[in-house]
């Protein structure tokens, strides 16, 4: 017969008066590094992340490919470099994007006036999705500045321009375009 307990080992005994910390009481061991912007700021991109992905997860479209089609809704014909540089994306993940979207069959590649220029359409299917994809994107962007008033979400959204605009020719330069 086994014994409840291994007998040789020590009972844990409550003393009267002190209560066991549940687990989750336990100090963010992160929480000194939530005082850097740069932190804040990827962090505020995983969550918007994960809010797009929930709010449009039946049209299998990732973020950046979302924004690829929002550019080619806006500027239909666009070069695929160009395409690039909209997107803030070098131009080997900027191919991988339009391949995957091009599998999905939301967008065409033709050959350009250059032959080495690829011009990218969406299909009709392409079009479908982004127009059915409209009120999930826009509730996951409610959401992400939901918790601030009303009044300050354009002051968030104008200061990370700000900031964007200020460093624009900080880190890698923008993909350059033939």
């Known amino acids: 017969m086994v014994a409840p307990h291994d007998a040789k080992a020590p009972m844990a005994r409550k003393r009267p008066g002190h209560a066991v910390k549940p687990e989750a009481s336990v100090r ?6 939530m005082q850097r ?4 700021i990827r962090r505020l991109h995983q969550v918007h992340s994960a809010m797009f992905q929930e709010e449009t997860a039946g049209f299998g479209v990732t973020p950046v490919q979302y924004s690829l089609l929002t550019l080619l809704m806006e500027t239909p014909g666009i070069e695929q ?6 997107l803030r994306l070098d131009r080997f993940t900027t191919a991988d994007v339009v391949r ?5 069959g939301l967008l065409r590649r033709k050959t350009g006036l250059d032959r080495r220029a690829r011009t990218l359409f969406l299909t009709r299917k392409g079009i479908k999705v982004f127009e059915a994809m409209q009120e999930s994107v826009h509730r996951a962007h409610e959401r992400l500045v939901e918790p601030l008033p009303e009044r300050r979400r354009g002051a968030l959204l104008r200061m990370l321009q700000e900031l964007v605009d200020r460093h624009a020719t900080v880190g890698a330069p923008p993909p350059r375009i033939r």
């Open 100 to 104: 995957r979207v091009e599998a999905a």
């Open 28 to 33: 963010d061991p992160g929480a000194a590094l």
């Open 81 to 86: 470099g160009v395409a690039a540089a909209g």
């Open 37 to 40: 912007p740069g932190v804040l």
